[in-house]
Structure formats: C-alpha cells, structure tokens
C-alpha cells in the first residue's frame, strides 16, 4: 500500500511540476482531500441508508452476535455493531470510521444460505477489514485519481485563451493519469480482499468453508434478477464479492467443484493449490476494472492456506 501511494504520489507530483501553475496542485489536492474527508465523515450514515440496514440486538440475532463477539475479541479490535441489510442478495460488507466506529452487517439471504462454520468464514473476512483498516487505505488512495479527476475536468472545460491548447493538453494528460491512478486503487482493493481471506483463517476459520461461502454466493447472486444488480451497481465494491461478475464465475468455479456438490470440500480445495486454472481473457480484463479479484484465483490463493 505504501509502495503504491508513493509511486501514485510520485507521478502526479511530476506532472503538477511539468504543466501546473504555481499552487495549482496544492489547491486541487486541499479540494479534493476536503470532499473526500467529508465522505469519510457522513459515509456510515449514507451506507446505513443506501443498503437497508438495521441493527440488531443479541436477544433478535444471538448467534450473530456470539459470531462477532469472538472474532472481534480474537481480532484485538472493539465489538462492532451489526446490522441487517434487506438488499435482495446473498452478501456481508463492512464499514466505519474512526469516529462511528466498525460496522459489520449481512444481507437476510446469507444467513439462511451457509452453514455456520461457513457464516463464520465471512464474517471473519468482513471483521478483518475493520482491523486492517481498510476502508482508510483505499480512501488514502482514491486521493490521487480524484485530485486527476478534478484537474482534467477544469482543464478540459475551461473558458481558454491563448493557452487553450495547453490546457487541453494538460486536460488529456490529467484524464490518463485518472484513469491509470484509478487502476492502481482497484490493484489496492483486490489486494486487501486476498489479505482479508488471510485474516479470517488466521481468526480460526477454515479456508474450505470460506471458499465454500464465496462459491455459495456467487451462485446466489447469478440468481438475482438483472434489474436487481444494476441496482447495486454503485454498492458492489462493499460486498465480499462482485454480483455483477457472478454469471460469468460460474463457469470457471466447476474447474474446482468436481463432484458438483455446491460445496468445495477440502480435498477439493487441495488439488487446485498446484493446479494451473483456466481463466479466460475477458475475466483477466475485467479484473483490472474491479475491485475484487477473480473468484477462481481468490479460491486457489485460499489453497495455500491450509
């Protein structure tokens, strides 16, 4: 993370000395970590919202909370509230900041869809990134495209001059730098995905039941009805994976559920840790313009720790 901060930093730094005005830079950059403070701010009010959540207490959801309590504990972090979201799609997500505090909450259709041990998978994932602080490191990082962003769009947009040309020019150069910036934040989520798989079978889960639940809610989301995802198209980077790549995992996660079962036991799990997986070229494309890693890959790095 802080390899790519510097080299983020490193390049627009080099651009603002190149093109940009005295000042320029600094003004753009105050905007845009104000507007993005102020996100982090009010987020957790305007995720409450957006997603439907509810808080429970341990009298409506006591297994829930037996889940939470102990992973919490084991994490070294405060208890989290927890809540349920009535968006139509098997998932957990979670969030906070450091003056809400952790967030972590699942949709109704998780819990009636995985096993216990298998609930206690994902939420250890979600628990994992409250410790890791994860929702801090991608904001710190959506700090360079949006600066990119603002600059291009001023520059693209201005009422010009005799410098009109290089305000273009330097419109075109921000718009590609926001876009290749944009790139490595994406780099940065998918990575904290795959430390948060990590996490959770350091909290005690077992890495099979975790790669059960993501198989489980890949096929739960490939359920739900089109009109229904493009709903949540802006909501999918809070999920424990993309509902909008679902259909097209399906295929790909029969290379590892071999008795087609629905479950990924761990002998299966086992014989893709050294198996090359078939991943196609449009999967490979569309991982670099989201925010979490392809599923196959994501359950064959769930093999190397057992």
Not at 16 to 40: E, H, K, N, R, W
Not at 228 to 250: C, H, T, W
Not at 272 to 278: D, E, F, N, P
Not at 281 to 301: A, W, Y
Request: proline share 4%.
């Amino acid at each position: 993370m802080y390899m790519l901060l510097g080299v983020m930093f490193a390049i627009v730094y080099s651009v603002a000395v190149v093109f940009l005005p005295g000042g320029s830079f600094i003004t753009y950059g105050v905007l845009a970590s104000v507007m993005l403070l102020i996100q982090y701010l009010i987020g957790p009010k305007m995720i409450k919202w957006s997603m439907g959540i509810r808080y429970v207490t341990p009298a409506e959801a006591p297994e829930l909370h037996q889940m939470v309590d102990e992973l919490s504990r084991l994490a070294g972090i405060n208890k989290p509230k927890i809540g349920i979201s009535n968006r139509q799609i098997p998932n957990a997500f979670a969030y906070g900041t450091f003056l809400s505090g952790g967030h972590v909450c699942v949709t109704e259709q998780i819990q009636g869809l995985l096993t216990r041990p298998e609930l206690r998978a994902v939420v250890g994932h979600e628990i994992a990134h409250l410790k890791n602080r994860d929702v801090a490191v991608i904001t710190a990082l959506s700090v360079i495209p949006t600066v990119m962003w603002y600059i291009a769009w001023s520059m693209m947009w201005s009422r010009g001059g005799r410098d009109r040309g290089n305000q273009v020019a330097i419109g075109i150069a921000a718009f590609i730098l926001y876009f290749v910036t944009n790139l490595l934040v994406l780099y940065g989520s998918r990575i904290r995905e795959y430390y948060a798989d990590q996490v959770s079978v350091q909290l005690g889960n077992q890495p099979h039941d975790l790669a059960t639940a993501l198989y489980k809610l890949v096929y739960g989301s490939a359920k739900v009805p089109h009109d229904v995802l493009k709903q949540m198209e802006g909501q999918k980077a809070f999920f424990l994976n993309d509902p909008s790549r679902a259909r097209s995992e399906i295929a790909e996660l029969r290379q590892v559920d071999a008795d087609m079962s629905g479950t990924i036991d761990q002998t299966e799990l086992m014989a893709i840790r050294t198996q090359k997986v078939k991943v196609s070229t449009g999967d490979k494309m569309m991982e670099l313009l989201s925010t979490h890693p392809n599923m196959l890959k994501r359950i064959q790095h769930l093999s190397t720790l057992t």
